[in-house]
């Protein structure tokens, strides 16, 4: 009965290609996220939804899509994949404003 | 720019002694703190929090104090267990908004030693 959860956890792929990374939560909280933790380990957030409605975009590229099907999903898409890309992404879930609830992550490697 | 910012990258105790984690902030509009735990291969975890209306939060183990003037936090481990060898991130919010942004300093490694 995982809260949150990410798939797949791993990701292989080439520059140039289109992936998308998936997120589901089951704690029946509004808003979502997405976070890179980058090579320096610094975890940033990328995305926030708060009932399917996007609240915070923060300075990322267009490559970089967010979708909220409904409240408990909310997946990536990334186009023409760059090996600056390369990172772990965490989704996230909270319902109190600050106490978010991570997935166990996804790491992505473009080569 | 940094905002939030975690100046030791690891640190190493002994078991039963205490860990203290530091963490700085230059944004005076923060006004809720936080702080997560995480081990290899999975996500963080909510460990502790504090509100700026607060100079100190205990729960358990773990104690948490903020120092506003000088714009830093704190987390004390005591006594420290093997279990809590991890990565700590202190993260920090503006109360005003309600989106849930979190700023995350960049993490402390703690190794506690059996």
């Known amino acids: 009965d995982t809260a949150v959860s990410q798939t797949p956890k791993y990701l292989v792929t080439q520059m140039g290609n289109d992936k998308s990374i998936k997120c589901e939560q089951n704690l029946g909280h509004d808003t979502m996220y997405w976070y890179k933790q980058d090579s320096k380990k610094f975890l940033k957030i990328m995305f926030s939804?708060?009932?399917?409605?996007?609240?915070i975009n923060e300075t990322v590229p267009n490559r970089f899509s967010p979708k909220s099907p409904d409240k408990a999903h909310l997946n990536l898409h990334i186009n023409s994949l760059e090996l600056g890309d390369s990172a772990v992404y965490f989704c996230?879930?909270?319902?109190?404003?600050?106490?978010?609830?991570f997935g166990p992550g996804t790491r992505l490697t473009v080569t | 720019d940094q905002q939030v910012k975690q100046n030791s990258p690891s640190l190493s105790v002994q078991e039963g002694r205490i860990s203290i984690l530091n963490c700085d902030y230059t944004?005076?509009?923060?006004?809720?703190f936080l702080w997560y735990k995480k081990y290899p291969a999975e996500g963080p975890t909510f460990l502790i929090s504090i509100s700026s209306i607060k100079d100190k939060n205990e729960d358990g183990r773990f104690t948490v104090f903020l120092n506003k003037s000088a714009k830093h936090l704190s987390l004390h481990i005591v006594p420290s267990q093997p279990g809590d060898s991890a990565v700590y991130f202190c993260a920090a919010s503006v109360g005003s908004s309600n989106t849930g942004k979190l700023i995350f300093g960049q993490g402390t490694t703690l190794q506690v030693k059996p």
């Open positions: 939804y708060n009932n399917k409605e996007l609240i």
């Open positions: 944004n005076s509009m923060f006004d809720y």
């Open positions: 996230a879930s909270s319902q109190v404003r600050n106490e978010q609830y």
